[in-house]
């Protein structure tokens, strides 16, 4: 509500350990959103799904070990995934 419009989402050093794929359904003009430096595990990126307008996702600096569902967004050109534990 007075969110729509926001274009860039900063929930970076929060301590986030997880969130649910509806939480940014009302973001749908988000081009960047930076979640670097949580506490990540297991990404399910189902939440891309409304985000149409993103371009940019710093998930960098995360304890991410599993990535899944990811679709093919047309608009992302780019994701940080530095500092993770990925293998």
């Known amino acids: 509500i007075g969110l729509i419009q926001l274009n860039r989402l900063d929930l970076s050093s929060n301590k986030i350990e997880n969130f649910h794929s509806n939480s940014f359904n009302y973001l749908e003009n ?3 959103l ?7 595990r297991i990404l399910d990126l189902n939440f891309l799904n409304k985000l149409s307008k993103i371009q940019d996702i710093l998930l ?12 093919n967004i047309s608009t992302l050109k780019s994701i940080s995934m530095r500092n993770n534990e990925l293998t």
């Open 34 to 40: 930076n979640l670097r430096n949580n506490r990540l």
């Open 60 to 71: 960098a600096s995360q304890n991410i070990i599993f990535i899944d569902s990811y679709k």
């Open 30 to 32: 988000l081009i960047i």
